[in-house]
């Protein structure tokens, strides 16, 4: 017997030189090249247990909230306390492929003295938003500030933005929103200093270019007093907006709404529209803009059972249904937290349904006249024993929604983030128990904030403790339910004298390359890749199919893969295809066994050029011979099988000989 592998393999069959090391090394390649290659493009992580950290160094941020860029990024904005001794306004911007655009830890909104608070953003125009926040430097009441923030984290207008307020009112709350234009409608809440004072809702506009439109200071648009809160602003088509509130009024929240027009005056009756009624006691509300300039409104209120109501009301202040709205839903429980899509010519709504120690989040389609589209009591987004609560909502572009809420399914401490995605006609697009956006197990997760990437998809925004640290982090989900983009169904296959190589692709980009790589068989284990060709993208955003046809002058084992690069030069592997090739060689062609590493079985396929007897010999990691096979083959390609019953985990070779023909090939047996 041989003292070890080196000495037996230096005078192994007809003189050929091997060296045990480097069959190791080959072994474990085989082991580690089958793997699957991916490539995360840019920031973005395919993993939701990991996620892209979007913001460092922050010192417990809170009232984190995010738009859309328009472009597929969005811009953040966050209170922070990072000085240690007064609150601070930041912002930052992450690109359509997470990377952030300038500053990975933020930029101060202003550099007033003053402490800042309470920001509200809204999307402007694509690559730009515009910032709302309370500012302390001039007025122990605090006054509101306004900036226009850029995709590169640079400023609009001003260094330290606009002031929209000077004077001792107390502003308690506050919204923004932009119309097509780009310019800015501002309401807010603001009490008088008197012990009588009066409660007032005043309104500002503000052009793009950050010239305000109506009165220095803003115009009174309402004012009375009764207590006011939750002020909502909707911009029309024509200059003006929609404003609604809450106001106490005989110990009952009631929610009122008012029109002003392109000069900041009230297109309504002197009074303000009793949207919700007097028979309703509102906790809280969500408004979203319809066709013919009607605005739909949902709200919660609270009786013995909290119960969700909905109403529109024209753009000339007329409600439309009952007095008092609709009943959403007869659902047992408590309905909670109403959030509002639109959906072509539909109303998309969305609530939580709490029953006992159970929260469940329910959709529901309505037409213009208030009937359900849907399941009548509404379509369960999930129904699982633990709480699922706090949904957001997008569009997802078809006439359907994509939904992510907080998810504590498992008995930890802190939740997860899921999301899922409703068809337009109410199915469950993705898994039926969501697709994990933070899964990163029990740690606390809050501010959960869900952006549209303008493809069909969304990015969720959110805060989470890790280490001991409170970070902002983000989960780009595609619209195929993926996390990013991929290349699926890749597979070569012979065709004639050609190899086709052929793949699908999920959420493709514009201007993308796809370099079609070949290598062949080496027994030591190098990678030697070589481009072979190159197809450009087809330009659509969801699934394309490619073809490619290789006629290769090389015959024996081949390997395929397609690269896919951006224009960033973000790249994205596709699995390892291998197929033998034989074409009409005139020599002994023997390839390496597929599957390799193998459990059970695996086919060995060789080329002889003419008939003749072969035998194939096996041996273990001892150099023991196992088994042999000695049969006569025709010409042209044949094949054997290799069972490994019996044979324990580990490395085995086989010797092929046809006349004078030998080839020397190891393989792998895994459990």
């Known amino acids: ?64 909230s995010a738009v859309s860029d328009l472009n597929g990024g969005s811009f953040m904005v966050w209170q922070d306390n990072r000085n240690g001794f007064q609150n601070e306004v930041y912002f930052s911007h992450v690109d359509v492929n997470g990377n952030i655009s300038l500053r990975p830890d933020g930029k101060r909104i202003s550099q007033l003295a003053g402490a800042e608070e309470n920001p509200v953003c809204a999307k402007e125009y694509p690559g730009a938003a515009v910032v709302l926040w309370k500012d302390y430097t001039y007025s122990n009441n605090g006054d509101l500030f306004a900036q226009q923030i850029l995709y590169d984290n640079s400023f609009g207008w001003t260094d330290n933005g606009i002031r929209l307020t000077n004077s001792n009112d107390e ?90 027009n392109a000069d900041g005056k009230a297109t309504w009756d002197k009074k303000p529209v009793d949207v919700s009624g007097p028979s309703h006691n509102v906790i809280t509300y969500a408004a979203k803009k319809i066709e013919d300039q009607s605005i739909y409104v949902a709200w919660q209120t609270l009786k013995k059972e909290k119960e969700i109501y909905h109403q529109i009301v024209n753009s000339k202040g007329k409600i439309i249904w009952a007095r008092g709205g609709r009943l959403v839903t007869t659902l047992k429980g408590n309905q909670v937290n109403p959030e509002v899509n639109k959906a072509d010519s539909s109303i998309i709504l969305s609530w939580t349904n709490e029953q006992g120690n159970d929260k469940d989040v329910y959709i529901q389609k309505f037409n213009r006249n208030g009937k359900p589209i849907w399941n009548k009591h509404g379509v369960p987004v999930i129904k699982l024993a633990g709480e699922q609560f706090g949904q957001q909502i997008v569009g997802d572009g078809k006439g359907g929604v994509i939904l992510a809420w907080i998810d504590r399914r498992i008995n930890l401490s802190y939740a997860d983030i899921y999301a899922q995605r409703i068809n337009e006609d ?47 982090y983000g989960q780009k989900v595609f619209s195929t339910g993926t996390y990013v983009s991929e290349i699926v169904d890749f597979n070569t296959q012979l065709s004639g004298d050609s190899i086709k190589v052929e793949w699908y692709t999920t959420n493709e980009r514009g201007s993308t390359r796809y370099d079609v790589e070949r290598s062949e068989q080496q027994d030591n284990g190098n990678i030697n890749w070589n481009v072979i060709g190159s197809i450009n993208s ?59 590493p193998f459990s059970d079985s695996t086919t060995i396929s060789f080329y002889l050029p003419d008939p003749s007897p072969v035998t194939i010999e096996f041996f273990d990691d001892h150099v023991e011979k196992i088994s042999e096979i000695d049969k006569s083959f025709p010409a042209g390609e044949n094949s054997i099988t290799f069972h490994s019953s019996g044979l324990r985990p580990g490395i085995y070779f086989y010797r092929f000989k046809a006349n004078d023909f030998v080839d020397v090939k190891k393989m792998v047996i895994t459990n």
């Open 538 to 596: 087809a330009g659509k955003t969801n699934a394309a199919k490619y073809e490619y046809f290789d006629s290769p002058t090389v015959t024996g084992t081949l390997y395929y893969r397609v690269v896919e690069t951006d224009v960033q030069g973000n790249e994205v592997k596709s699995n390892i295809s291998r197929i033998n090739f034989f074409g009409a060689s005139s020599d002994v062609i023997v390839a390496q066994n597929i599957p390799n």
């Open 171 to 260: 502003i308690s709350q506050y919204s923004v929103s932009t119309d097509q234009s780009g310019d800015l409608y501002i309401s807010y809440i603001a009490k008088e200093p008197e012990i009588t004072g009066e409660y007032k809702i005043e309104i500002q506009k503000i052009s793009s270019e950050g010239k305000p439109l109506l009165k220095s200071g803003g115009e009174v648009l309402y004012k009375s007093h009764e207590r006011k809160s939750m002020t909502n602003i909707i911009p029309d088509e024509n200059g003006g907006a929609f404003v609604f509130w809450i106001e106490m009024q005989n110990g009952k929240s009631i929610i009122f709404g008012q029109h002003f």
């Open 426 to 472: 109410g199915s469950r697009k993705w898994d039926s128990l969501g697709l994990a956006v933070a899964s990163n197990h029990n740690t606390l997760k809050s501010y959960l904030t869900l952006v549209s990437d303008e493809s069909g998809g969304a990015i969720a925004i959110f805060k989470n403790m890790r280490n001991g640290k409170n970070e902002i």
């Open 1 to 64: 017997m041989y003292r070890n592998y080196t000495d037996y393999f230096e005078i192994f069959f007809n003189g050929n030189q091997f060296n045990y090391s480097i069959l190791v090394q080959a072994a474990i390649f085989t082991i580690l090249f089958f793997g699957l290659y991916a490539n995360a493009f840019a920031q973005w992580i395919n993993n939701p247990s990991v996620n892209t950290q979007l913001v460092i160094d922050t010192r417990d941020p809170v009232n984190i």
